[in-house]
């Protein structure tokens, strides 16, 4: 059977009629070229990912300047994504109510000086409170720019300004471990968050000119909903981070684990009930968006987890620099920068999920591939190719799986699904490196040149494993396959195409 929608072919409300929805109260839309969009969107969007992974290639650095424990190392990376998925609905919220640009603005702002204070710590505790600091600013730059996006480009002209979109998320992730790399051989650690100060200028200042203010429905702010995701997801993080420090039997992981169980549940039950939730639990009723959001917790959780234990092996084990390590994993992390936006435009004739089981399923065997190859007497020419095939398969999940999870959101929900996306693929990422990480001390590994290896294996096959398990539950997406019937575009439309998407399931 098919199902036919228009996917925001026309803004949700006019200006001028008080509805206090779309762009602006009572003043006009204002538009700017496709180009200057992208760059005021993406910019801020390529800052934030490129924070993910940045600090990749400073953990060993880190370990040997501040002393740093193997779970301080996982905190200086949690402490942003649990920062980030504990509040980027909060922001969402807010931003329909007191406006989209303006909170993606307070994001920027956020982020940038964060990111100061980041450069000027001195030890693990100062790092890891300002790493949860920035967090709290990409969690209103993330799925607002992408909102933003949506909302100022063309139906007909969409997809292709997602997969570039995506490309710039996959350079983010690319050029992280490069810049890091780079940064920390040329200068000194600090300076990875030092260069996202002028950054953060100059995307304030794009906003401002590019991106008309936007709003949402004003609902009532979901503090009780907030607390109880928040809470909920630092204690199953923690406990799994604790696990074979305290032991798994001990009662502070226990207790955590529990704790942070029970309160993820009494959050579901508050958000069924809540007048004004957090997180509107109507839009799992699309099969679309619930299958793509899981896709993109299970995408995260295997391909980040294993990341952080591979660009490490490549320090610790085969006693590559920084820089080097950048460079030797540069053919995985490049690759997404090329393929997404080609994804971004044949998703339409091809479908989402064609593309999407893909790139899982390259990701996943890539990772198979690598865990034979985990030894310190390989050559370096040996990792080339699976690198080559897992980047191939991050480049095909990005733009496809976001597509997905907007394709039948009414305008009025772009925001709060891309942020509902947003926040589970960040759960993914903490919990892939938590659990990796759990799984590399439980199999005896150290931050050692001759004991790495015994914990990057099963830490590595771990993520394998999962990824390709999502791919088998990406079987059950919409095909999401585009057909195109023209029509006359009117002046009420803003130039807008009438575009109807007939999705074949």
């Known amino acids: 059977m098919s199902t036919t929608f228009e996917a925001a072919a026309r803004p949700p409300a006019r200006a001028g009629r008080g509805s206090g929805r779309g762009f602006g109260r009572g003043a006009a839309r204002r538009t700017s070229p496709l180009w200057l969009v992208l ?12 924070d993910n992974l940045v600090m990749t290639n400073a953990l060993p650095v880190l370990h040997a300047e501040f002393g740093a424990s193997v779970e301080e190392l996982q905190w200086f990376m949690n402490a942003y994504t649990l920062a980030f998925a504990s509040t980027i609905l909060m ?35 100062q790092l890891i409170t300002a790493r949860a600091l920035q967090g709290f600013g990409a969690a209103a730059i993330m799925p607002l720019s992408l909102t933003l996006l949506a909302g100022n480009v063309p139906l007909a002209r969409r997809p292709l300004a997602i997969g570039i979109w995506g490309g710039v998320a996959g350079l983010g992730v690319a050029t992280g471990p490069l810049v890091g790399g780079a940064v920390i051989e040329g200068w000194a650690w600090q300076a990875i968050f030092w260069i996202n100060v002028p950054v953060g200028v100059v995307s304030i200042a794009l906003a ?5 203010n936007s709003f949402g429905a004003r609902l009532r702010a979901d503090i009780v909903g907030l607390a109880l995701s928040g809470l909920g997801l630092l204690g199953l993080v923690y406990g799994i981070v604790r696990g074979n420090e305290a032991g798994w ?33 109507r839009l799992f ?54 393929v997404a936006p080609l994804a971004g ?21 890539a990772l198979f591939w690598l865990t034979t190859l985990l030894d310190p007497g390989t050559a370096y020419s040996a990792y080339v190719a699976p690198f080559i095939v897992a980047g191939v398969g991050m480049g095909l999940v990005f733009a496809p799986s976001s597509t997905a999870v907007l394709a039948t959101m009414a305008p009025d929900d772009h925001a709060k699904a891309s942020g509902t996306n947003s ?28 004991e790495y290896s015994a914990g990057a294996e099963p830490a590595v096959l771990v993520g394998a494993a999962v990824l390709i398990a999502t791919a088998l539950v990406a079987l059950l997406l919409p095909t999401g396959r585009a057909t195109a ?3 006359a575009p009117t002046p009420a439309d803003d130039a807008v195409s009438d575009l109807e998407l007939a999705e074949v399931r």
């Not at 401002?208 to 008309?212: D, E, G, I, K």
């Open 249 to 281: 039997d001990s009662i502070e992981v226990l207790g955590a684990l529990m704790a942070g169980g029970v309160l993820l549940v009494a959050f579901v039950l508050w958000e069924w009930r809540a007048s004004s939730p957090l997180l509107p639990l």
């Open 39 to 50: 760059i005021a969107t993406a910019l801020p969007m390529f800052m934030a990912t490129l």
């Open 345 to 365: 435009l044949i998703a339409p004739r091809v479908g989402t999920r064609a593309l999407i089981v893909a790139g899982l399923t390259f990701l996943g065997v």
């Open 91 to 125: 922001a969402v919220a807010l931003g329909d109510r007191f406006g989209r640009r303006t909170l993606f603005l307070i994001g920027i702002i956020v982020f940038t000086l964060s990111s100061a204070f980041a450069a000027l710590a001195t030890d693990p505790g």
């Open 285 to 338: 009723r699309d099969r679309s968006f619930t299958i793509a959001n899981v896709v993109g917790i299970g995408f995260s959780f295997g391909a980040f987890g294993s990341v952080f234990i591979l660009i490490q092996f490549l320090q610790v084990v085969q006693g590559s620099t920084p820089l080097e390590a950048a460079w030797q994993t540069s053919p995985w992390t490049l690759a997404p920068m090329v």
């Open 485 to 487: 019937t023209a029509s």
């Open 423 to 450: 926040m589970l693929r960040e759960v993914g990422v903490a919990l892939g490196i938590a659990v990796s990480t759990a799984v590399f001390t439980g199999a005896g590994g150290e931050l050692t040149p001759t």
């Open 208 to 212: 401002l000119l590019a991106l008309p």
